[in-house]
C-alpha cells in the first residue's frame, strides 16, 4: 500500500522560507516520479515540483523557479519542498504525488495517481 506523508505546513510571513517533507513507502513498480502539487482555495491542483526517484532530475514548474526547490534523500525516500520568498498567494494546501501509470491527474509528462493527505501553507501577516 502506498504511503505519502507530508508534513512541515504551517503559518508563514510574507518572505518567510519554508520546507515541506513528504515520506514516501509502498511505491509500486513503475512509479518512478513525485511529484508536489498545490491547492488554493477555490481552484484546482497546481503542479508544483517534480523529481524522479532515480537519477538527479527535478524541477518546479517554471513560474515558481527561483524560489520553489525540489530536492530528495534517496536513503529515506523523502522528498523536501524548500519555498524561499513566500508570497500570500502561495498560501494553499500542498500535496505530495506519486506516479501512477494508466491513471492520474498529468504534471511534466508523468501521471500522478497516489496522493497524501496535504499538508496546509498560510503566508500572511
Known amino acids: 500500500e502506498v504511503h505519502l506523508v507530508e508534513s512541515g505546513g ?3 510571513q510574507p518572505g518567510g522560507s519554508l520546507r515541506l517533507s513528504c ?11 513525485l511529484a508536489w502539487f498545490r491547492q488554493r482555495t477555490g481552484s484546482g491542483r497546481e503542479g508544483v515540483a517534480i523529481v524522479a526517484l532515480t537519477g538527479n532530475y527535478g524541477r518546479a514548474a517554471e513560474s ?11 536513503a529515506s ?9 513566500l508570497k500570500v498567494e502561495d498560501s494553499a494546501k500542498y500535496f505530495c504525488a506519486a ?15 497516489y496522493w497524501g493527505q ?6 500572511s501577516s
Open 10 to 12: 504551517g503559518l508563514v
Open 99 to 113: 506516479e501512477k501509470n494508466n491513471d492520474g491527474v498529468w504534471f511534466d509528462g508523468v501521471r500522478f495517481g
Open 118 to 123: 496535504g499538508t496546509q501553507v498560510t503566508v
Open 64 to 74: 515558481l523557479r527561483g524560489r520553489f526547490w525540489v530536492s530528495r534523500d534517496y
Open 23 to 33: 515520506a514516501a513507502s509502498g511505491l509500486p513498480d513503475g512509479s518512478n516520479h
Open 77 to 85: 525516500n523523502t522528498v523536501y519542498l524548500d519555498i524561499e520568498r
